[in-house]
């Protein structure tokens, strides 16, 4: 079986695909990972229209989200999406064909891809979730609640700035209300992660798995 984890930043999708992981013992992989050799595939000129993303330039000490906002994000996140679909489907349908079960996840996977599989002889072994959060003071709240403990690049930099808290949480939001859409018009199954989170994680397992 093929497990795909997508939607919004910061809403557990690496969480959820480990906790997967450990109770399948099979193995995941982030598209980000795969983002890079995707890349090297092509010529350098062909990279400022394929990656947009790579022509934004986040000075330092500043996020992503202090330079674009949402809908810019997600316009550009649709045009890389698009580009790395192709390997990515080539390489769901291959684990597939060698009858092996595999998790992969990130926000690059948009249900309006995903549905080219629909009605392929691939579908019965994949199962697809997506995760969200939508209400921007739980997602400004849950900032510091869901990263107790665990790694986290942005938060501590930004954790006495009520402003960036702000900017960061609206991104989140923009990319939940998007993803959101996006997946019920395609008949995805969503979870909305912003009040349990660990609950909802379990939940989210226990329909994957």
């Known amino acids: ?17 480990k906790a997967i992981a450990r109770n399948k013992r099979i193995s995941f992989i982030s598209v980000d990972v795969l983002r890079p050799m995707i890349m090297s595939s092509y010529k350098v000129s062909e990279l400022k229209g394929l990656f947009p993303s790579e022509s934004v330039k986040t000075p330092k000490g500043k996020f992503r989200f202090e330079v674009i906002d949402a809908k810019e994000a997600i316009r550009i996140m649709n045009v890389e999406s698009k580009t790395t679909w192709p390997p990515v489907k080539a390489l769901i349908e291959k684990l597939i064909e060698r009858e092996e079960d595999y998790i992969i996840e990130g926000a690059n996977l948009m249900p309006k891809l995903l549905k080219q599989l629909k009605g392929t002889k691939y579908w019965k072994h994949i199962k697809v979730v997506y995760l969200v959060k939508t209400d921007l003071e739980k997602i400004k709240s849950g900032f510091a609640k869901t990263t107790k403990g665990v790694y986290d690049w942005m938060y501590p930099h930004i954790k006495d700035d009520n402003n960036r808290i702000t900017m960061a949480g609206k991104y989140v939001q923009g990319y939940g209300t998007y993803f959101e859409k996006e997946a019920k018009k395609y008949g995805f199954k969503v979870f909305n992660t912003q009040d349990d989170f660990k609950e909802v994680l379990k939940a989210a397992q226990k329909h994957l798995c």
Do not use: A, D, E, F
């Open 1 to 17: 079986m093929i497990y795909l984890v997508g939607g919004s930043p910061r809403c557990g999708k690496t969480t959820l695909s």
